[in-house]
């Protein structure tokens, strides 16, 4: 009974580099939504995803992040030309249908030097 | 220049004693509410919601009421344990959008 898993746990960009950040959903979950989170405060939606398409991505800064969830494999957020300012725990939460429970991953902490 | 980070409100409860944590939501749009738990280094661990249809809902050792005239939620968590020290998240989800949007928290700490 796998839960929501996300690799790699802790990863170490230097800035201009490009962060890849995954997720593999609950068995069963075609719903996926990440969010990030800054220390000391809650999370941030981001954007939310079913396979093959972005549903809402209202959170999601303008330039140099995406996210896709192909139809085989896991859902990448992608981070282009990091920043200081985007390290933060970036997490990803999975749900069976939209507007029931999102269970979390453990999340990838992204730390820019 | 002089840094200013955001402290979380906190709660320090004795071991055995009951906690109650509040939570002001914002939308009076909100149909659905979840309490989530994380510990440090941890993803949010889903603890218990309750949809606006309802006042209270039980799960076991943990209560959530929710009063609609107010917008507050608040969760109760009996014989507070060693193991509830973490950091208490309540989320709302509002309406049609699927995202939940997350209080800032409230670190309960459990004395022996």
């Known amino acids: 009974n796998a839960g929501v898993m996300q690799n790699p746990r802790h990863l170490v960009r230097r800035r201009g580099q490009e962060a890849r950040l995954r997720c593999s959903p609950m068995k069963g979950h075609s719903h996926v939504y990440w969010y990030r989170q800054l220390p000391e405060e809650g999370l941030k939606f981001m954007v939310y995803?079913?396979?093959?398409?972005?549903?809402?991505e209202s959170g999601m800064p303008k330039e140099r992040f995406s996210a896709e969830f192909p139809k085989e494999g896991p859902s990448i957020l992608r981070i282009q030309q990091v920043v200081r300012g985007d390290s933060a725990a970036y997490f990803c939460?999975?749900?069976?249908?939209?507007?029931?429970?999102?269970?979390f991953g453990p999340g990838t902490r992204l730390l820019v030097l | 220049g002089e840094s200013v980070g955001l402290h979380l409100p906190t709660l320090s409860v004795q071991e055995g004693d009951n906690s109650i944590i509040n939570c002001a939501y914002s939308?009076?749009?909100?149909?659905?509410f979840i309490w989530y738990k994380q510990e440090s280094g941890k993803g949010p661990q889903f603890i218990i919601d309750i949809r606006s249809n309802m006042d209270k809902r039980q799960g076991q050792r943990v209560t959530v009421l929710l009063n609609k005239t107010v917008k507050h939620l608040s969760l109760q968590i009996a014989a507070t344990q060693p193991g509830d020290s973490a950091v208490y998240f309540c989320a709302e989800n509002k309406g049609s959008a699927r995202q939940l949007t997350f209080g800032s928290g409230t670190q309960l700490t459990v004395l022996p």
């Open positions: 939460a999975s749900s069976s249908v939209p507007q029931e429970t999102q269970y």
């Open positions: 995803l079913q396979k093959e398409n972005i549903i809402d």
């Open positions: 939308n009076s749009a909100s149909d659905y």
